[in-house]
Nanobody
Framework: QVQLVESGGGLVQPGGSLRLSCAAS????????MGWYRQAPGKERELVAT???????NYAESGKGRFTISRDNAKNTVTLQMNILKPEDTAVYYC?????????WGQGTQVTVSS
């Protein structure tokens, strides 16, 4: 079982930036597809971005050009750099690790974009 711990959330003004980090522990982490998802109040959890073991990235349309996902297999971390943040980016952001049918989630970190 992979353990995931997110950090880096907080309150930021529109147009600002935040950097979320996910610290992972477990076996064969470098093989996992890692991702960030978010859930806003009253809405379903949605994809933000994923990155494969080969560093192939995928982004939801809402974050393209503004968000960047990266991973450091040596440090077992996954990072989401978020720029030009908008109020609609407000949500709890969750780190995710998937390998076949194995799926793990972190506890989430709150991101609030407000003036």
């Amino acid at each position: 079982q992979v353990q995931l711990v997110e950090s880096g959330g907080g309150l930021v003004q529109p147009g600002g930036s935040l950097r979320l980090s996910c610290a992972a522990s477990g076996w064969m982490l470098r093989r996992y597809v890692m991702g960030w998802y978010r859930q806003a109040p009253g809405k379903e959890r949605e994809l933000v971005a994923t990155i494969t073991s080969g560093d192939v990235t995928n982004y939801a349309e809402s974050g393209k050009g503004r968000f960047t996902i990266s991973r450091d297999n040596a440090k077992n971390t996954v990072t989401l750099q978020m720029n030009i943040l908008k109020p609609e980016d407000t949500a709890v952001y969750y780190c995710n690790a998937q390998l076949g049918s194995i799926l793990s989630w972190g506890q989430g970190t709150q991101v609030t974009v407000s003036s």
